[in-house]
T-cell receptor, first 119, second 110 residues
Framework: GAVVSQHPSWVICKSGTSVKIECRSL??????MFWYRQFPKQSLMLMAT?????????EQGVEKDKFLINHASLTLSTLTVTSAHPEDSSFYIC???????????????FGPGTRLLVL | RKEVEQDPGPFNVPEGATVAFNCTYS??????FFWYRQDCRKEPKLLMS???SGNEDGRFTAQLNRASQYISLLIRDSKLSDSATYLC???????????FGAGTRLFVKA
């Protein structure tokens, strides 16, 4: 299947620092990228949807000034958690939507996720 | 009411059993349907797409009933390695809006 990479895979940081997470689609051009957050034993919660070259669309309750998303190209999106606090500790997962080489259907492929722990 | 609802589980089944998961969605404009599998502390991985005509991939069969807005996943001859959380996923026009179900946990025991 299609490959989506995410970096870093885990981060431990002090409260108040900013953390940047990169998401790349490696073998296809992603028309849309999504950012999710998952707390333990819960399902994925969509944070925002971004299309290349335009502003991200944030879900209700997600602070756009705190979670900055940049979708610079069809293969790269970044999420920056600004002034992170312990309650931001979570598993952040990106996905890229596109037509992979194996399929004609628009499908989402997930990155391996980034575990963020804010002390 | 959640837009995508699944059996909460957990399902505890012995090896070799057949198990079925159900999922309902509320938005009749939903266009694409998928089952994803998520292992503990890992990202979701696409298991299979779901079509109105039904589709089968080895021991896995998925069905879609648009009239009832219902999706199912059937796993035959369960293996220990099938233990995971199964997520029902529904997307709207062009894949721009994706809704995940809360997931159904499956435990297959020897």
């Amino acid at each position: 299947g299609a490959v989506v990479s995410q970096h870093p895979s885990w981060v431990i940081c002090k409260s108040g620092t900013s953390v940047k997470i990169e998401c790349r689609s490696l073998d296809f051009q992603a028309t849309t990228m999504f950012w999710y957050r998952q707390f333990p034993k819960q399902s994925l919660m969509l944070m925002a949807t971004s299309n290349e070259g335009s502003k991200a669309t944030y879900e209700q309750g997600v602070e756009k000034d705190k979670f900055l998303i940049n979708h610079a190209s069809l293969t790269l999106s970044t999420l920056t958690v600004t002034s992170a606090h312990p309650e931001d500790s979570s598993f952040y997962i990106c996905s890229a939507s596109g037509q992979s080489p194996e399929s004609t259907q628009e499908t989402q492929y997930f990155g391996p996720g980034t575990r963020l722990l804010v002390l | 009411r959640k837009e995508v609802e699944q059996d909460p589980g957990p399902f505890n089944v012995p090896e070799g059993a057949t198990v079925a998961f159900n999922c309902t969605y509320s938005n009749s404009a939903s266009q694409s349907f998928f089952w994803y599998r998520q292992d503990c502390r890992k990202e979701p991985k696409l298991l299979m797409s779901v079509y109105s005509s039904g589709n089968e991939d080895g021991r896995f069969t998925a069905q879609l009933n648009r009239a009832s807005q219902y999706i199912s996943l059937l796993i035959r001859d369960s293996k220990l390695s099938d233990s995971a959380t199964y997520l029902c996923v529904v997307t709207h026009t062009g894949g721009f809006k994706t809704i995940f179900g809360a997931g159904t946990r499956l435990f297959v025991k020897a």
